[in-house]
């Protein structure tokens, strides 16, 4: 509804006032060139999806989000290999040069791997996958035609007036990582514990569980009236304890007097009882906003609208896709890397991170579902989220 709308523009919004400002506090004016191109970026993209007439859901935003930390990396690494060759003493013209010529091998590494995965994504995946697949693609084109091309005309452009340049360093970004030293080979022992237990725990996930929404097990819907506004959030909470900790999807239909509550409880349960339990449970979880007194009769007949059931909008034919793209992702990554690099152990390595980073996630929304004040349901949020994970993961290492 408005108020996830509005939710989501502001997270948008605030994120992007974050880098627009770390990158100045960072990068000194050099960091303009990454907000012009990271500007840039998200118009086009944003331009040409509205052209086509795109719907932008729920997994195309999170593609979106994926394209602009991809465009900031880009950046990032281009800046950190020109402060380099300042550090050694070269002039601004030669530091730039060598910058953008030798920060151009791992800048396109690192969209290819994810341009060949969206594009696996893209052929095998539906519904939500499919619109992920199709935002990143877009977006990791533009990315490189406005991080690479567009940053350097407008540093070439700036510098070729009177000898200008733009500075790299700020007093911030001169002290940090001046002595850095991080002894990564000597704590290895605990870092191989900590990953034994992720990639344990990740697997463990598989057999303890997960709870999946309406839109992976389906459910039962409800039209409930009451004889005044009341707070969505309160009867989700009150729904969530009188269904054992599943909590339900509520929206207002026209006014806050009027609900749709769409749950799964005890969907996988068949009967001929089972729709009156269900029923019989709402009923009592509403009490607090229904009259005193109120009997199951009356909420039957004079609050409860309509009820129908909620097939599930992530099919088996989404599933199976999914997975097959997941395998040939996988495969294509380790193939790439292997000719890039010509070591298999590169591969396994990109694949192993890969799945580290996938596990930690599923862990957390198995065994953390019943500690947390809100839910951790297995959705097409949670696919969106999973593949924005599985892009950072591939793009960083």
């Not at 990740?202 to 009341?230: H, L």
């Not at 799964?264 to 019989?280: F, L, M, P």
Request: hydrophobic letters at 45%; proline letters at 2%; a positive charge.
């Amino acid at each position: 509804g408005d108020e996830a709308a509005k939710g989501g523009l502001m997270s948008f919004l605030v994120a992007f006032i974050v880098i627009f400002a770390l990158m100045l506090l960072y990068y000194n004016t050099a960091g303009w060139v990454a907000n012009i191109a990271l500007i840039l970026n998200i118009l086009f993209t944003v331009g040409i999806l509205a052209s086509w007439g795109f719907t932008l859901t729920a997994a195309g935003i999170a593609g979106l989000v994926l394209t602009i930390g991809m465009a900031v990396d880009t950046n990032v690494i281009i800046f950190e290999r020109i402060k380099e060759e300042l550090t050694k003493g070269k002039s601004y013209k030669s530091a730039v040069d060598d910058g953008y010529k030798r920060s151009l091998a791992p800048i396109l590494d690192a969209h290819v791997t994810s341009f060949l995965t969206a594009g696996i994504l893209f052929y095998f995946g539906l519904g939500p996958v499919l619109g992920f697949a199709t935002t990143q693609m877009l977006g990791i084109t533009l990315s490189l035609f406005c991080g690479i091309l567009v940053s350097r005309l407008i540093t070439d452009i700036y510098a070729n007036k009177n000898g200008r340049h733009f500075e790299y360093f700020t007093s911030l970004s001169r002290k940090i990582f001046k002595h850095a030293s991080f002894k990564f080979i000597e704590y290895r022992k605990y870092a191989y514990g900590i990953s034994v237990v992720v990639l344990l725990l990740g697997v463990a996930s598989f057999f303890n569980g997960f709870d999946e929404g309406v839109e992976f097990a389906g459910g039962r819907s409800y039209t409930i009236r009451f004889d005044k506004p009341v707070s969505p959030d309160a009867i989700r909470d009150d729904l969530k304890k009188a269904f054992g900790g599943e909590t339900p999807i509520i929206k207002t239909i026209g006014s806050n007097n009027q609900l749709d509550i769409t749950t799964s409880y005890k969907i996988r349960e068949t009967g001929n009882k089972i729709d009156s339990a269900v029923e019989q449970t709402l009923y009592s979880g509403l009490k607090n906003h229904l009259p005193k007194d109120l009997s199951y009769v009356e909420f039957d007949k004079n609050y409860k609208q309509s009820s129908q059931t909620v097939l599930p909008t992530i099919s088996d034919e989404l599933k199976s896709g999914a997975i097959k793209a997941a395998i040939f992702a996988m495969l294509i990554i380790c193939l790439y890397i292997f000719i890039r690099f010509r070591d298999w152990r590169y591969s396994l390595g990109t694949i192993i991170a890969l799945l580290h980073d996938v596990l930690v996630t599923l862990a957390v929304f198995s065994f953390a579902r019943k500690f947390v004040p809100f839910p951790l349901e297995i959705d097409q949020h949670f696919i969106a989220a999973v593949l924005t994970v599985i892009g950072f993961s591939m793009n960083d290492t």
